[in-house]
């Protein structure tokens, strides 16, 4: 498990593109937290990170977008689905287990269908204080070996601040 907090969007983002940059074939990333709490900006670092040149931003109406990186990319946004099983619609397999990277915003609706093998990533705003309103922890929590590993070097790359 790693834990960290960003003071800024740019910070999270940047967090992102280290998470990124390490990512594979395969890989499935999901996000979890609060509403506003920094998932988009984040996978915007993350798809920086696999080199995808366009503009990232939240598949709010068509639950997914593709992006060519890398690798492709593809970016899930499942709040607006109303029953886990349209994933099955859609063809979620072909792109869990394709040839890219999934990240998926609001993984806890979908719980029964992530991988076994995948990354958790939670977020949360810290609001105790008003001085706190750009303050979130964001908690990595690796369910696969693979992910162990990937998070240990994440934390590696994130301290060396480059
Ligand atoms: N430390 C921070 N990390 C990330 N975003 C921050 C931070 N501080 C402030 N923000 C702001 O919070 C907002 C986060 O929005 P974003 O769309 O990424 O959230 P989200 O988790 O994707 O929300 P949703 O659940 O609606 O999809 C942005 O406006 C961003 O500028
Ligand atoms: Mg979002």
Known sequence: MLEITTKS?????????????????GDVVGLMGDLG???TVFTQ???EGLKVKDYVTSPTFTLINQYEGGLP??????YRLDDPEELLDLGYEEYF?????TIIEWAEKI???LPYC???VYFHRLQEKISDTDTRRIVFKPRSKRFVQAV??????????D
């Not at 287990?97 to 990277?101: D, K, L, R």
């Not at 070097?153 to 060396?160: A, C, F």
């Open 37 to 39: 709490a920094g998932k």
């Open 118 to 120: 995948c990354l958790i």
């Open 9 to 25: 969007a740019e910070e999270s983002k940047r967090l992102g593109f280290h998470l990124g940059k390490l990512l594979k074939k």
């Open 73 to 78: 990319f593809y970016h899930f946004d499942v």
């Open 152 to 161: 240990e070097e994440l934390k590696k790359n994130v301290g060396s601040g």
């Open 45 to 47: 670092g993350v798809a």
């Open 97 to 101: 287990y394709g040839e890219g990277v």
């Open 111 to 113: 719980e029964d269908y």
